[in-house]
């Protein structure tokens, strides 16, 4: 079993930048792709972005050109390094573990970002 600490959220200006980090510890080995994913007031949990474990990425296009997702496999940790964020990012921001590029198999708890205009 995977468990999964994300960290890094708050308040911050529009035009602003964040840096998000998830933690994963417990059966690391099987995690083949690490994501993060949002879910604002009255809305579905989207996809932001996704890295597999020999570099590959995804982004949301609404996060395209703003959002950089990293890992460092040393540390098991993934981070989300958010830039000229936006009010409409703001969100509770869950990272993500899978034992495939395709699935999501352990989730963390969850973390506030407010942007605030």
């Known amino acids: 079993q995977v468990r999964l600490v994300e960290s890094g959220g708050g308040l911050v200006q529009a035009g602003g930048s964040l840096r998000l980090s998830c933690a994963a510890s417990?059966?690391?080995?099987?995690?083949?792709?690490m994501g993060w994913y949002r879910q604002a007031p009255e809305k579905e949990r989207e996809f932001v972005a996704r890295v597999g474990e020999r570099g590959r990425t995804s982004y949301a296009d609404s996060v395209k050109g703003r959002f950089t997702i990293s890992k460092n496999d040393a540390k098991n940790t993934w981070y989300l390094q958010m830039d000229s964020l936006k009010p409409e990012d703001t969100a509770v921001y869950y990272c993500s573990a899978g034992y495939t590029w395709y699935s999501n198999d352990a989730w963390g708890q969850g973390t506030q970002v407010t942007v605030s205009s």
């Open positions: 417990g059966r690391t080995f099987s995690i083949k792709a």
